[in-house]
């Protein structure tokens, strides 16, 4: 069982939904992760957060809306995608940052979001 | 050029067999990411580390700062290793640390 919980697992949604992917934590993680997965490609950086605050975005268009709540939780709001932003979207969370030793990356099972 | 390059692409073995797959980087980094993707999307972190050898069970980890290189092994390989093999190293971007990953080694290992 991963200790990072996504959900929900799978969603389908139009191009003029709102949706939120949700992903939590327990572990007193201090940087979380937003990855986007496209089928046979490793893992593209969306979004790190450092301390509840946003400290990288990967240029990621504004239709994705990242939102750290508290230092377990981190949503992504979803608005007006298009049907190319299908992909698994994945979270990931770290006790420091990426190079700390000791710190690796706990990975959620992700969220396979279909756009239609 | 990718930050960080894997090989090869694709690996196909017999149970049994050792497997080795290689990773270099051209970045500075502090430390190298070993991750497992299984079909499926779940993602395991296998090894994290900065110098020497790790071993976790029939995995086993190494690298060499210096020459920028790191190999994982897996030793007596069975069906369940199938899966993809991913490293990344922490690079830092505007002050803040991010994985530049590797693209992957897809694993078969057939009974």
């Known amino acids: 069982d991963t200790e990072v919980t996504q959900t929900p697992k799978h969603l389908v949604m139009g191009m003029t939904n709102k949706k939120s992917l949700k992903c939590e934590q327990h572990?007193?993680?201090?940087?979380m992760y937003w990855y986007k997965q496209k089928a046979k490609k490793p893992p593209e950086l969306m979004f790190v957060?450092?301390?509840?605050?946003?400290?990288i975005n990967e240029s990621v268009p504004s239709r994705f809306s990242p939102e750290c709540p508290n230092s377990s939780l981190l949503n992504l709001h979803l608005h007006a995608l298009q049907p190319e932003d299908s992909a698994l979207y994945l979270c990931?969370?770290?006790?420091?940052?990426?190079?700390?030793?000791?710190?690796?990356?706990?990975f959620g099972n992700g969220t396979r979001l279909t756009v239609t | 050029k990718n930050e960080v390059e894997q090989s090869p692409q694709n690996l196909t073995a017999q149970e049994g067999e050792f497997i080795t797959i290689n990773c270099s980087y051209s970045?500075?980094?502090?430390?190298l990411h070993w991750l497992q993707q299984h079909p499926g999307g779940g993602i395991v972190s296998l090894f994290m580390?900065?110098?020497g050898k790790k071993k976790h069970g029939r995995l086993i980890a190494t690298i060499n700062i210096q020459e920028k290189h790191s190999s994982l092994h897996i030793t007596a390989s069975h069906p369940r290793d199938s899966a993809v093999y991913i490293c990344?190293?922490?690079?830092?971007?505007?002050?803040?640390?991010?994985?530049?990953f590797g693209k992957g080694t897809k694993l078969t290992v057939n009974p």
């Open positions: 990931a969370s770290s006790l420091g940052s990426p190079g700390e030793g000791n710190s690796p990356l706990h």
């Open positions: 572990m007193g993680h201090r940087a």
């Open positions: 957060y450092s301390y509840e605050k946003l400290s």
């Open positions: 970045v500075g980094i502090s430390a």
């Open positions: 580390l900065s110098s």
């Open positions: 990344a190293g922490p690079v830092t971007q505007g002050g803040s640390e991010k994985l530049v």
